[in-house]
């Protein structure tokens, strides 16, 4: 009996010690802004503490029904990464941006009236390891390596060409992103999932 519980005591302490380490991997951490002008007073957001944040006083989102996204760009280290890679994940990005405001928002080519300009960079890229998330997950049923993303973002009024808000977001995968977990990539598009649909809730409730 002893020995049992000397087991599952030990049992305890090693889920413990996996929750601190998922726990410290998921820590907001400010991300450096280099995309995004640096005189703008970025504040970190209650709601989402890995979100920072600027709006222009009294901006409505309401204002506006159709969105021109330019090409987004990267602005990253990029030696330890293929350029296919690279070029992948810039497309991914800006079709699950695109189609995800379809069909409440109309995506267009040029600047006109109700238009909000969307300047985007993805800042960074961290991969999963399949490999090893498929070893922690044989041996303690999850995956422990994260992987994840950060864009910096600049809304504009598309015709004055004034901008209007401003965001930096670092997002980091769970274990409990199972499938994504077991894809070098499958985080860091979860993230640019999770980043399109927080821009259509942004349009339709005006934060």
Same mark, same amino acid.
């Given at each position: 009996?002893?020995?049992?519980?000397?087991?599952?005591?030990?049992?305890?302490?090693?889920?413990?010690?996996?929750?601190?380490?998922?726990?410290?991997?998921c820590?907001?951490?400010?991300?450096?802004?280099?995309?995004?002008?640096?005189?703008?007073?970025?504040?970190?957001?209650?709601?989402d503490?890995?979100?920072?944040?600027?709006?222009?006083?009294?901006?409505?989102?309401?204002?506006?029904?159709?969105?021109?996204?330019?090409?987004?760009?990267?602005?990253?280290?990029?030696?330890?990464?293929?350029?296919?890679?690279?070029?992948?994940?810039?497309?991914?990005?800006?079709?699950?941006?695109?189609?995800?405001?379809?069909?409440?928002y109309?995506?267009?080519?040029?600047?006109?009236?109700?238009?909000?300009?969307?300047?985007?960079?993805?800042?960074?890229?961290n991969?999963?390891?399949?490999?090893?998330?498929?070893?922690?997950?044989?041996?303690?049923?999850?995956?422990?390596?994260?992987?994840?993303?950060?864009?910096?973002?600049?809304f504009?009024? %598309?015709?004055? /060409?004034?901008?209007?808000? #401003?965001?930096? @977001?670092?997002?980091?995968?769970?274990? !409990?992103? *199972?499938?994504?977990?077991? %894809?070098?990539? /499958?985080?860091?598009?979860? #993230?640019?999932? @999770?980043?399109?649909?927080?821009?259509? !809730?942004? *349009?339709?409730?005006?934060?």
């Amino acid at each position: 009996m002893e020995r049992r519980n000397n087991e599952k005591s030990k049992g305890l302490v090693g889920w413990f010690l996996v929750i601190i380490i998922i726990l410290q991997g998921c820590a907001a951490v400010k991300p450096q802004a280099n995309f995004v002008d640096n005189k703008i007073e970025l504040k970190q957001c209650k709601e989402d503490t890995s979100k920072f944040w600027w709006e222009k006083q009294g901006f409505n989102w309401h204002n506006y029904d159709k969105i021109m996204v330019e090409p987004i760009a990267i602005q990253m280290d990029k030696n330890n990464f293929k350029q296919e890679e690279l070029q992948t994940a810039v497309n991914d990005f800006q079709k699950i941006i695109t189609q995800g405001l379809s069909p409440e928002y109309l995506v267009v080519d040029e600047p006109g009236p109700n238009v909000l300009r969307l300047r985007c960079a993805i800042t960074a890229i961290n991969t999963s390891n399949p490999a090893l998330n498929a070893l922690t997950t044989l041996a303690i049923f999850m995956p422990l390596d994260m992987g994840g993303a950060t864009i910096e973002v600049e809304f504009f009024n %598309s015709i004055t /060409g004034e901008r209007v808000a #401003a965001m930096v @977001d670092q997002k980091t995968g769970t274990p !409990l992103q *199972l499938k994504s977990s077991f %894809s070098q990539f /499958g985080q860091a598009k979860g #993230a640019f999932e @999770d980043w399109a649909k927080e821009l259509k !809730l942004a *349009l339709v409730t005006n934060p």
